[in-house]
């Protein structure tokens, strides 16, 4: 029971996030969880809406690997492929609510203000499983937190190098050479100041462009794509057993959004809607299946084994309405940036806050490490600027985090139950 206290004590940082000292185990177990009169935890300045956290869910599963689905439908097939895209978005969506019922069983039973994070919710589980779980609970911390950072700095740095591409190409048409590392740092500007946006509330303008513009930008390529399409008939049913775990790589990227889903939840006013039936997740989760579903299966039949890696380089060269498309969609991902950006500091500066803290100025050095973050995001861009090998890491870090972790969670959590 000591040890459950003082792992309690430790790990509660979202009362450190918000800046308010922490309670005790004895304080926090015998007093009841506190809400407001509208229904959400009371540490959350600024909790959002139903609608605000969609947007926010919505722009953080679809980004530029929506664009890859065409290459994906590829390698599995015509008729396959899209049995095999609802088949993981199922598992990933079921992956996603085991998430939030362990989260939620861990806050009751501590009695907790708010849900606890990703990475408490599997080393607590794993504190209350077997010994065989136990004896791994801070390690399975470590890599849930080292797994998301490495998914959401990834996708970031996928925005560093789809944007700069895409500017790069349509100057290069009208006759301005300009390097794509130097377009890198000039992006980095409008980049770094959206980074600095601390709290979901004030970053769903930015989400509402992204989305804006990301749907724009989908819907146009679709536009240009639907016209004179070939036979169904003509593509392939089937893919080929060698390329088809390059489908389920890129599915998974495109699906892997569980690192956003217990920080939405936690800033909601009203946090019971978001797993419910018609709630935030299942309402999101279906409207990105549906594009992701759409993108491929016209990507694929339209432009069969000559689809591109990204569905953008197949639009018409030469051709302004193509340009204004790519400009559409590079700006919609350059709003898009600070979402997944704050997702990633989620895991980083509550552990860094609570090690090294209490800061004289908090604000000042979450900002510090906020740009440190960004700057990584820019090296890795300019070092490595090709989008395949950013996809290949995410789409590892992906599986572990929507298709292991959470079973694990559960089952540590209900061993003695099941």
């Known amino acids: 029971m000591a040890q459950v206290k003082d792992d309690h004590k430790k790990n509660s940082f979202y009362l450190l996030e918000q800046g308010k000292p922490n309670d005790t185990s004895e304080d926090v177990e015998n007093q009841p969880e506190e809400k407001g009169s509208d229904g959400h935890s009371l540490g959350v300045k600024h909790p959002t809406t139903y609608l605000e956290s969609l947007f926010h869910l919505i722009k953080g599963n679809i980004g530029s690997g929506v664009f890859a689905m065409g290459d994906a439908f590829k390698n599995a097939g ?31 039973r501590r009695k907790m203000r708010q849900y606890p994070t990703f990475p408490d919710t599997m080393e607590w589980s794993f504190q209350t499983g077997p010994k065989c779980f136990q ?56 980049m770094v100041s959206t980074a600095m946006v601390r709290n ?16 724009a930008g989908v819907c146009l390529t679709m536009y240009i794509s639907m016209h004179d399409l070939p036979p169904i008939t003509s593509r392939n049913a089937v893919g080929s057993i060698s390329t088809i775990p390059l489908f389920f790589g890129t599915v998974i990227y495109c699906f892997e959004g569980i690192g956003l889903v217990l920080p939405l939840q936690s800033e909601m006013k009203n946090p019971d809607k978001f797993g419910s039936r018609f709630g935030v997740l299942n309402v999101g989760m279906t409207i990105v299946g549906c594009a992701l579903l759409w993108v491929g299966f016209v990507g694929y039949l339209k432009y069969g084994e000559d689809v591109a890696g990204s569905l953008t380089l197949n639009l018409p060269k030469n051709s302004l309405f193509s340009e204004v498309v790519q400009l559409t969609i590079a700006i919609g991902l350059l709003f898009s940036y600070a979402l997944q950006f704050h997702v990633a500091v989620t895991f980083v500066w509550p552990d860094y806050n609570r090690k090294y803290g209490p800061f004289k100025h908090p604000v000042l050095a979450e900002c510090g490490i906020r740009l440190g973050m960004a700057l990584i995001t820019f090296v890795a861009a300019e070092v490595v600027p090709k989008l395949g090998l950013f996809i290949l890491v995410g789409s590892v870090s992906s599986t572990a985090l929507a298709l292991v972790f959470p079973l694990l969670c559960d089952l540590a959590l209900h061993w003695d139950t099941s």
């Open 78 to 108: 015509l008729l396959l492929a899209p049995v095999l895209t609802i088949f993981l978005g199922f598992v990933c969506i079921y992956g996603n609510h085991v998430l939030i019922n362990c989260s939620k069983e861990l806050g009751r």
């Open 135 to 190: 004896r791994f609970s801070h390690t399975i911390r470590f890599l849930v937190s080292l797994f998301n950072i490495m998914a959401q700095l990834g996708f970031c740095s996928v925005y560093f190098v789809f944007i700069s591409s895409t500017l790069h190409t349509i100057l290069k048409r009208h006759g301005y050479l300009v390097d794509v590392h130097i377009l890198m740092a000039i992006i980095l500007i409008p």
């Open 200 to 215: 979901l509330k004030f970053l769903v303008p930015f989400s509402v462009l992204a989305n804006i513009l990301t749907g």
